[in-house]
Each structure stands twice: as structure tokens, then as C-alpha cells.
């Protein structure tokens, strides 16, 4: 055979449905649904979720209602619970939420740091810098998503080196852990690869998480690829949750019931029930009135029906 | 870097999007429109099609017009027009027609043949046998369908040993290559590899193609695994044309577009022009009435549209 022997025996998913996912939607998701959806989550195996986002309501009304899910979520012993903070005022607000983890959000772009989050690379470390500072201190874990680390909506390719380089700051400023995301989806396996290997000079396999998009329906076989790698920790989003900003219309966070069907196929362990999995993204689905954006949700939803 | 150096610089795809993509379709498409189909395809660069089938109408009436839409393909050089034939009365049809190949379609699941052709494995293989013969003699290449390679919608799993007994089958009878066949789409890497490696005690890397279903999202990291084995032939349909016949309204033949941008991500020659082929996608859909099911042309379109 000619997988590699790098393959790890179980995966960790993160599911980032509450927050990357429902983060893009236009309708208002109430609080309870919210809550709703990570209970099903939780109850569906999931250990790691993305619950919500602490940034300010101008920006982001959808995750307007932040403190009160994370106040609804009943938690369930060895989950953990993450949310975005973007600066020093979100990382206050959230603090009274006790989060398990707070994410920062980078990005390996120059241009994309500068349209997403109107300030430069380094800029966006100086604004983190205090944020992980208070964060570890406050005994809450620290994970830095580093952004277009493979393609820029705005530059094209992104070289290794850049990714290289943010996830040294990143380093430097004491986050825990990184997401190499390909948030436009255009990776394939060798670019995916380049970047996660960039990364690894920087942090050991346990502390680098892939996060594929599935915009040009290469966030499986991605998968694949940094599974080969050994990377065991992955972000994705229930039934696809999120669509992708940049391509109208398209699919953005792969879902998770896609990574699940490949891992479950390949005999790596990750803790899902793959049926449970299914009912809480059509749940969700439901409520956005649409069919749920993953091929195996699609399948085992037709299977039932007969 | 953890991918295997088995993988092939250049890649030959065989799209099947005018036969077993349209073959599933219910609403009846004239032939010229099969005609201009085939004609997009060799424009776009692909070297291998699968026109139509040599079937009695009765059973396909979708392909009654397979002689019309033969006559009416303006043949390209260096390009490889097949035809399935599934008996002698398909044959002698299909010579009038010119073939450069046909297709016998067998399967590694006993009662899926039964259910699908209506005889057992091994009477298949002796209704193929004197097609076989014809073929070879007349001057005309003959390549072997393997369905079912992985799963079996009656049977489940189907051991690896299954297939390598068809492929030796096939090879007895003087079938020249074949299709490893992921037909319900349940694949995964390591169950496609052990499908592929059966295949291989029987036929060499250069006569195995790879044929995967995107119905649970796995075709393309299923073609991924059997790159690395150095399989460097795959079918595939553009637009994702066919469906699922075994579950409603799921997705079926792997769209080329997708495959194609996994091969040109990943540096491999396809000599496929991605622009021309996902306007031939949308070619046959808007024919067809709706959106091409592949996520590649989705992205593409949509970044079209603006």
C-alpha cells in the first residue's frame, strides 16, 4: 500500500459550525438554537467546538448574543469550548463566559490581514500579543488561526514562507496552537502539504490543526493529505455551515460529516456517532430552511427517506 | 513531504459524462445535443469519451439514438470514442459505428449483477467472452467495467478478493484493461487501494483505471490514494453528470472539473483547458435545467458571475 505510514490512529475534529459557520449567515439564529445545536453537537461526540465570536455587534451582529450561549451551553465533561477574540476588548467580554480556549485570527495574507481585519500582519500580532498574554495567564489555552495560508482572494498564491513566518509570530507571542486554513479552498495536496510542513518548523504535529475549504471540492483529499503528514486535529463545520465569502453561492468549512464518512472509512478513531452527527446538522439545517451542504448528510438523509 | 513517489506526472481522463451520465437521465436529450456534448469535450482537451451505449432501448431508451449520435461525432485525432456493448446484439450494433473501444460491464458483487444484468458474475463473463473475441479480431480495444469494487448497495462490503477474481475473469476472456469501480460511492482510501491492488496481481498499473462515485464527497481523496499507487486513468463525468440511482437526488459519477483541478493543483498533465471543460459542463446542464453538480464549476461560475 501506498499511504503513508504517518497516519494517525484517531483525529480530533473541532466543529466550528456555531461560530465560523453560522458567523456568515444572513437570517438571525437565536441564542436557544445556537445552544441547541452544540448540545447536539456534544451529544453527537464532538470534544473540541467553536462556540461563538466576541467581536463587536457592529461588525458581526450575528454573534451579537455571544455571552448568553455560552452561558446556555450545559457543558459536558472532556469538551472543549473555544471562542474568537479578536482584542483586548473582546478578550474582556469573554472572559465572564469562561471560555476553555480563545482563538485569535491571523492571516498569512498581507492583503487579506488589511481587507479582513484592517491592519497589517504584524499589526494584528501587536494586537494579539496582549490577548494571549491575558489569556494564559487567566489559564484559558490559546489557538491562532492562521488564515490563506495557501491562497489569497486577493494576492493568488500564497508562498510557504509566509506561512512560515506568521506562525513563527504566532510563536513568539505564546499561542498554543495553530489552524492552517485554506480559506478560499484551492489548495491541493502538495500546496496544503508545503504549508502545513512550514508550520511544523514552527510547532510540533500535535499543536497544528488543518482547516480546508471545500470550495473546489478539495477539502477531503486535503484532509487526506495532512493525515499523511500525521496531522490529527482538524477544523470542520456541520452540514458545511458557512458558505464561503468570496465565491457567491459556493461552499466554504468543509463538513464535518464528510471528514467523519473518511476518517470512520479509513478505521481512525474520532469519537462521532456519524448518524447523531447527521441529525444535528440537519437540525440546523433545518431551522436555515435548507438542505444541509455536505455529500454524506445528503446520502444518509436520502437513504432514510428510502 | 509524506505523498508517495508513485505518483504520475500525467494523467489521462476518461469522461463518461455522454453515456453514463446521461443514461441516468430521465428527461430525453436529442442527439444533436450528445453530438455538440462530445465535440466540447474533445475541445477541451479530453482524449478519451464514452459516447453511448449499445443497449436495447427497451432497458435504455435514453441511448435508442446511439447510432445517430456515433455518425454524428466529428472525430478528432489521438481522441478514443468508446461504446459499451453488453452482448453480441450490442456489438454488432455498435460496429457499424466505429468504435475505437467498447466497454463490457461486469461487477464484483454477485447480487448486484443479478440485480443489474440479470445474470450471475460468471454468466456475465460468458456472454462477454464471444463480444470479447469480435472485438479483438475486428481490430477494435476492449476495456472492462468492474462495479461494485468497494461496496455493494445488497451486499455491503465486498472483500477485496471478489474484485481480483473479476479481474481475472476479465483478463481470461482477453478484456484488454479495466475499471476499478467505486459504484455507490463508499469508498475510502485505504478500501479503494485494497480494490486496486487486487486488481493489480491481474493487470498492470497502465491497464487499471480508477472510476470513483462522489455520493459521501470521497472521489477525489479516493483519487488521490490511487494516484499514489500510480494509477494514471480515471473516468469521470463533466459536470458531475449521471446521479446516484441508488439514492435519490445524491451525487453520482465524480464531476471531471474536480478531478481536473485536484491533477493541475498538483502539477500533473492532463492537457484539459479547465475553462473550456466547465463551459462544456454548463453546456449539458443548462440543457438540462439545472446547476452542474460539481463543486469546481460552482466556484468557477459563481467568480464568473462576479
Known amino acids: 500500500m501506498a499511504l503513508?505510514?504517518?497516519?494517525?490512529?484517531?483525529?480530533?475534529?473541532?466543529?466550528?459550525?456555531?461560530r465560523d459557520g453560522l458567523q456568515n449567515e444572513?437570517?438571525?439564529?437565536?441564542?436557544?438554537?445556537?445552544?441547541?445545536?452544540?448540545?447536539?453537537?456534544?451529544?453527537?461526540?464532538?470534544?473540541?467546538?467553536?462556540?461563538?465570536?466576541?467581536?463587536?455587534?457592529?461588525?458581526?451582529?450575528?454573534?451579537?448574543?455571544?455571552a448568553e450561549v455560552m452561558a446556555g451551553v450545559?457543558?459536558?465533561?472532556?469538551?472543549?469550548?473555544?471562542?474568537?477574540t479578536p482584542n483586548m476588548k473582546g478578550f474582556e467580554a469573554a472572559v465572564a463566559s469562561r471560555p476553555d480556549e480563545i482563538v485569535v485570527f491571523g492571516a498569512a495574507s498581507e492583503a487579506f490581514s488589511q481587507k479582513n481585519i484592517n491592519c497589517s500582519i504584524a499589526e494584528s500580532?501587536?494586537?494579539?500579543?496582549?490577548?494571549?498574554?491575558?489569556?494564559?495567564?487567566?489559564?484559558?489555552?490559546?489557538?491562532?488561526?492562521?488564515?490563506?495560508?495557501?491562497?489569497?482572494?486577493y494576492e493568488g498564491d500564497i508562498a510557504p514562507e509566509k506561512v512560515g513566518e506568521l506562525a513563527r509570530l504566532?510563536?513568539?507571542?505564546?499561542?498554543?496552537?495553530?489552524?492552517?486554513?485554506?480559506?478560499?479552498?484551492?489548495?491541493?495536496?502538495?500546496k496544503v502539504q508545503a504549508a502545513i510542513e512550514a508550520t511544523l518548523r514552527h510547532y510540533d504535529i500535535d499543536h497544528v490543526s488543518g482547516h480546508f475549504h471545500d470550495t473546489y471540492g478539495q477539502a477531503v483529499s486535503n484532509t487526506l493529505a495532512a493525515l499523511e503528514m500525521g496531522v490529527w486535529n482538524y477544523q470542520s463545520s456541520v452540514a458545511g455551515l458557512g458558505g464561503c465569502p468570496y465565491a457567491k453561492g459556493a461552499t466554504g468549512n468543509v463538513?464535518?460529516?464528510?471528514?467523519?464518512?473518511?476518517?470512520?472509512?479509513?478505521?481512525?478513531?474520532?469519537?462521532?456517532?456519524?448518524?447523531?452527527?447527521?441529525?444535528?446538522?440537519?437540525?440546523?439545517?433545518?431551522?436555515?430552511?435548507?438542505?444541509?451542504?455536505?455529500?454524506?448528510?445528503?446520502?444518509?438523509?436520502?437513504?432514510?427517506?428510502?
Chains 1, 2 share one sequence.
Open 4 to 18: 503513508s505510514s504517518l497516519i494517525p490512529s484517531r483525529v480530533k475534529l473541532i466543529d466550528v459550525g456555531p
Open 26 to 66: 444572513k437570517a438571525p439564529v437565536p441564542a436557544e438554537v445556537k445552544i441547541e445545536l452544540v448540545q447536539r453537537l456534544q451529544d453527537a461526540g464532538l470534544k473540541e467546538i467553536e462556540v461563538t465570536s466576541f467581536v463587536s455587534p457592529k461588525w458581526v451582529p450575528q454573534m451579537g448574543d455571544n
Open 255 to 306: 463538513s464535518t460529516e464528510d471528514v467523519v464518512f473518511l476518517l470512520q472509512g479509513m478505521g481512525i478513531d474520532t469519537g462521532i456517532d456519524l448518524d447523531k452527527l447527521v441529525d444535528a446538522g440537519k437540525y440546523i439545517s433545518d431551522f436555515l430552511g435548507r438542505k444541509p451542504n455536505s455529500r454524506v448528510a445528503t446520502a444518509i438523509l436520502n437513504k432514510r427517506a428510502g
Open 125 to 153: 500580532i501587536e494586537r494579539f500579543a496582549p490577548v494571549v498574554e491575558a489569556a494564559l495567564a487567566a489559564g484559558i489555552k490559546v489557538r491562532g488561526a492562521m488564515s490563506c495560508t495557501v491562497g489569497c482572494p
Open 170 to 190: 504566532m510563536k513568539n507571542i505564546g499561542v498554543q496552537r495553530v489552524d492552517v486554513a485554506d480559506t478560499i479552498g484551492v489548495g491541493t495536496p502538495r
Open 74 to 84: 450545559r457543558r459536558a465533561p472532556g469538551v472543549l469550548y473555544s471562542v474568537l
